[in-house]
């Protein structure tokens, strides 16, 4: 079936340290990948996303890299502020459906 | 802000009471989703629709049930609230299915 694993939380950092929050996949067809963040009592929104093998997603410093072989969509930062302190998702939609399938989220937490 | 309004923002409830949450969108998606989120289990979809009447299962429908009689609009009723379903619930609706989301911003429900 299709479903994501994240690493389990909470990540607590330093400001300026970097950042990698650790994502794998199993899915039928070719997914679309996607991150979506969740600040404190929000719903979540969109990060970054990667629809095809080898495509990279990026937005507001973040990045991850859509990897076929190791069925993985890694979350990277290279310098994390407070304000980057949420919760990270990451999520698939299966090629053949309308559906998005989440991970349990990684809480990140930064101190100054 | 996608436009998405969902009512209400905090429940209580007691146990084998139904209870009907709604979700108003101004931006006239064709596709709306009913997604709960529990600690350790992330977001897990209930139901969805991709038109107006035309609804589908996920993976946790159990207990559960929608309506969508219009475009704007899309229901979840709990028949027979049980404990279990004491939940975070947020809508979301995307323009493709399953692409980009757009979330609300939850409803707390409590069931004792």
């Known amino acids: 079936g299709n479903s994501v694993t994240q690493m389990e939380g909470p990540v607590t950092l330093s400001e300026e340290a970097f950042l990698t929050i650790n994502c794998t996949y199993t899915?039928?067809?070719?997914?679309?990948l996607f991150w979506y963040v969740q600040y404190p009592g929000e719903g979540l929104q969109l990060l970054l996303k990667?629809?095809?093998?080898?495509d990279k997603g990026s937005n507001k410093g973040f990045e991850a890299t859509y990897r076929k072989e190791t069925t993985s969509f890694h979350l990277e930062k290279g310098s994390v502020q407070v304000s980057d302190s949420a919760v990270y998702f990451c999520a698939l939609r299966p090629g053949n459906t309308d559906k998005l399938i989440f991970g349990t989220g990684t809480r990140l937490q930064v101190f100054p | 802000d996608a436009g998405i309004t969902q009512s209400p923002r905090h429940k209580v409830t007691e146990t084998g009471t139904p209870v009907t949450l709604r979700c108003h969108q101004t931006e006239n998606h064709r596709y709306m989703y009913w997604y709960r989120q529990d600690p350790g289990h992330g977001l897990r979809l209930i139901h969805y629709s991709y038109g107006v009447k035309d609804t589908d299962k996920g993976e946790v429908s159990d207990g559960y049930s929608v309506s969508r009689s219009k475009t704007e609009d899309f229901l979840l009723t709990l028949e027979s609230a049980t404990s279990s379903q004491t939940s975070v619930y947020f809508c979301?609706?995307?323009?493709?299915?399953?692409?980009?989301?757009?979330f609300g911003s939850g409803t707390q429900l409590s069931v004792l």
């Open positions: 990667a629809t095809k093998a080898d």
């Open positions: 979301a609706i995307s323009v493709s299915g399953g692409e980009k989301l757009f």
């Open positions: 899915a039928t067809g070719y997914p679309s």
